[in-house]
């Protein structure tokens, strides 16, 4: 198709007006559209189903291990995925007679016009068909507004079928919002693009979540552009995302889009301000109000966590421009107690290298890599960038982390293997450089060195198994005791070594342990330069349906090596910086064998059994927590793991958010974070015991909000 520049069409606003006016009288004169099927019912109706891929009913949005669908319209829709791209079957409708000029639908799932198809037929012959969008790995589950000329068929009887006789990959179809209409869809625009000249700080871009992703591209003279694909709104938007814009300020940018339709305000409505567009930021009905999270869009794994001059940074696997996961960018804030935290603008966006994958950073204290330029010690990022292949790059700031700069001779290591990435510094003192782990493939992981993070070294290669990437290769101090370090390797999911190591090679002491058990814990990563203290940050695993923002990070918790009967063992407790939210204490001395009282919102609870011989159950804001002493399992939700009484007595210790409740035991020899919804409505707290168990105390700590 042609490509129009914006320079040689008229402006966009007198575009859009002749649109608008055109789209506008035309449907004065419509007749309306005509519902064939909108698929919001529990059943099909009388649309008759054939085979297994289509069940009994419409399918209520993403189907179990598929990924997420959207773009259709309302809770409903046709989604073949029944049961896995093995299903198949047909699904055809009742006999209806053409009254409109065209028929308008919603399509997605696998690209195959043999074996996927949605069907026009007339006196049983295919006279119209389509197919989906995907036929190859990844790809995406929305659906895509789609549309048939049936002027020619006007006033004949005619039945829809859609097929499903794909098993394969991209093996079924998903369709909705099938209309009789005499209204055309409007036609794509290509390369329209626009100039504004920079202000104020924030360019905001509305979202629309579900509609059709875009590609947008803000160039500014003599600056790296940011290209991003965004889900665009076309009319009103659901949110705001934004970019930071102050380092451009006074420059005049060009921000252009791939492809719009010819109705769409999505470019007119790109503005700038001095604050984000946010109604209520910070107290939306789902955010957290104790774990981190991003203002706008996505985040995931935890990056360059670094202590550096009383601040803690917090970078972050981030999408600025949108609720899923896309455009890996770092994100950052920062805090001087773990608990307080304020975002930074986004420190490391994609370039022609790749999307920014994860990694970490430290202070070059020593100033190895040579990027010191004034009296600031350096920070060095290490981050992988994700293009084809992935490779290992620096970046580098002089200021405190406030700007980056990526170095010039990247990437400082190649391609080692599949899709290696994640690396993971740390000094190595007596030996005077650098120990770099890094993921490469399953689960195996590399060790390298290096005298300057610009030429690296391979070591040696060891596996973790049952774990893979986001690897972190650490000492800890046994018991506490400095002088008698051993060196902790963990990977994504929480398994780790404990081993020795002499700089050259890494020796573990046995098998692998799991420091965590809960269901809202991945890529954990542990700050570098934190005198004296190992503090660890995980990130949550848990979706905000409805928000502008989606994913959080887990509490900050400090942990210990300590000698038990099973070896050393790495415990976790939440970082004494947390009691500052504490605003109320309520002490419950020897409530015997039951105990029922009002819970906060947002809670510390903290319960001490002895005599444990039998069974306990916490109902904390409906969670219901249990612990069995013939079994010596704590069991939330769907997780367990194991807890011995210590000195004859039980303890644990929760901290309930808006939407997760992360557990302690036993000093932290227990560490199990939870997320799941919790009604807002709900604040009951209760212990109940029984087989000679004893409720010893409970101590029960109202929180306030951390953006407060």
Known sequence: MPVLSSQRLPPLSSRIRAVTSFVLALAAFAAPDIVIADFEGPTYGAWTATGTAFGSGPARGTLSGQMAVSGFTGKGLVNSFLGGDGATGTLS????????????????????????????????QVVRGATGPNDRPGGSEALEPAEWDVRDLAGQ????????????????????????????????????????????????????????????????PGEEPRRFDIELAEGKPDWWAFTDVSAWKGKTVTVRVDEL??????????????????????????????????????????????????????FYQHN?????????????????????????????????SGTMYSGSAVVDWKDTAGFKTGSEDPLVALYTAAGRPFTQGLAYSNDRGRTWTKYRGNPVLGHVAAENRDPK?????????????????????????????????????????????????????????????????????GGYLVGDFDGTRFVPDGPPKRMQHGNAWYAAQVFSDVPGRTILIPWAQLDFPGMPFNQMMGLPVEQTLRTTAAGPTVFSVPVRELASLRRSHRKFDAPASGFTNKCDELAEVEVVLSGVSGRCELNLRGVKVSYDASTGEVVCLDRKATLRPVGGKVRLRAFVDRRSVDLFGNDGALYMPMGTPIDPANRSLSVTTSGGTKVDSVDLYGLRSSWR
């Not at 957290?288 to 996505?298: A, C, M, N």
């Not at 007596?430 to 060195?449: N, R, T």
């Open 93 to 124: 409708s009742p006999p209806f007679r053409i009254e409109r000029k065209y028929i308008r639908f919603l399509i997605g799932g696998g690209k195959d016009v043999d074996r996927l198809r949605l069907e026009l037929l007339i006196d049983g």
């Open 157 to 220: 009887s005619a039945q829809i079928r859609i097929v499903d006789e794909a098993t394969g990959g991209w093996g079924h179809i998903n369709v909705d919002g099938i209309v009789q209409t005499d209204q055309r869809l409007p036609k794509l625009l290509y390369g329209l693009g626009r100039t504004i000249e920079l202000k104020k700080r924030y360019l905001n871009l509305p979202v629309k979540s579900g509609a059709k992703k875009r590609w947008v591209t803000i160039s500014a």
């Open 261 to 314: 339709p010819e109705d769409s305000k999505g470019l007119a409505a790109i503005d700038q301000t001095d604050a984000i567009k946010a109604k209520d930021l910070y107290r939306e009905a789902l955010r957290p109000q104790f774990h981190f999270t991003s203002r706008r869009g996505w985040l995931n794994d935890p990056n360059g966590m670094v202590f550096y001059k009383g601040e803690y940074h917090l």
């Open 320 to 352: 600025p421009y949108g609720w899923g996961w896309g455009n890996m960018s770092w994100g950052h804030a920062v805090s001087r107690d773990l608990v307080h935290w304020k975002e930074l603008p986004v420190a490391l966006h994609p370039d022609p």
């Open 425 to 493: 510094a740390v000094w190595y003192e007596p030996q005077k450089k650098w120990i770099v782990s890094l993921f490469l493939d399953g689960e195996e992981f590399a060790i390298y060195d290096s005298k300057d993070l610009k030429t690296w070294r391979e070591l040696q290669r060891i596996r973790i198994p049952g774990t893979a990437e986001c690897p972190s290769f650490l000492p800890m101090p046994l018991d506490g005791d400095a002088s008698r370090p051993k060196w902790v390797l963990f990977g994504a999911n």
